[in-house]
């Protein structure tokens, strides 16, 4: 399988959960790889798994100066882009007469901020006709209790593929995002909620999707290489919904 011979990956937050399984899956279609992530041992870890064409770059998606670092970081491992998948984040969920500026900010700074600004920094080594993706979720489109943050910074990415799309046209590259229903991967655990609450989480999430299961990361990730290889060449500013049913039927 090489849908993605010859091109090279950038995957924000490529260590852990949905990054980490299309790391994998790039890497098999044939792509060289580049992670980030702001735990150096966490990227070891994840390039030992991982093996073959596979780099990693220490950043944290909340911090600008990491950041505003990025594309040197890459550019000491290659000139040019192919793809860029903006996938790191964090969610956390609270009921808005509990939100805290703390809670807010920490989750815009990753979620939307770093987003925008990593985009802006390798934006000049993507190669014309190349993609980036978006990694959002449905909880932009519906009424889900105690994530009005969370969801608020998933719609503002929304909102940036279609706008992204139209203001890089003269370059071909297209931008597109993925809105996941629930998967099970580690961000699960960084909710701020207990073991206990996690699993109760889990299963009401899974009574409310159709299908019956949770998602898993490398069903995204499949998404994930449509998007970044030659077939979804006539697909720009889109957004494709990989949820089990949960908000289509």
């Known amino acids: 399988m090489s849908r993605l011979q010859n091109k090279t990956a950038l995957i924000t937050g490529g260590n852990s959960g949905i990054g980490f399984a299309t790391a994998k899956e790039f890497l098999q279609q044939g792509a060289t790889v580049i992670i980030t992530g702001r735990s150096q041992s966490a990227l070891d870890k994840a390039k030992q798994d991982l093996q073959g064409k596979v780099h990693t770059i220490l950043s944290d998606t909340s911090n600008l100066s990491d950041i505003r670092a990025l594309a040197k970081q890459v550019q000491q491992i290659t000139p040019r882009l192919d793809v860029v998948f903006i996938n790191a984040g964090i969610g956390k969920f609270a009921p808005i007469g509990s939100v805290t500026e703390e ?137 494709l919904i990989a949820d089990g049913g949960m908000i289509t039927l």
């Open 103 to 239: 809670h807010y900010d920490e989750q815009f700074n990753i979620n939307v901020k770093g987003a925008y600004f990593t985009i802006q920094e390798v934006l000049p080594l993507i190669n014309d006709g190349g993609s980036i993706i978006l990694n959002t979720s449905i909880n932009a489109h519906m009424g889900m209790a105690n994530t009005s943050v969370y969801a608020a910074t998933k719609a503002a990415l929304l909102t940036l593929a279609r706008t992204l799309s139209t203001e890089l046209l003269p370059r071909k590259i297209r931008v597109n995002a993925i809105s996941p229903g629930p998967v099970t991967t580690e961000i699960l655990k960084k909710t701020g909620l207990t073991p206990e609450e996690v699993n109760g989480f889990k299963e009401v999430l899974t009574n409310q999707v159709p299908i019956g299961r949770l998602g898993d990361a490398s069903e995204i990730a499949r998404i994930a290489t449509f998007f970044a290889s030659d077939d979804s060449s006539f697909v720009i500013g889109a957004e």
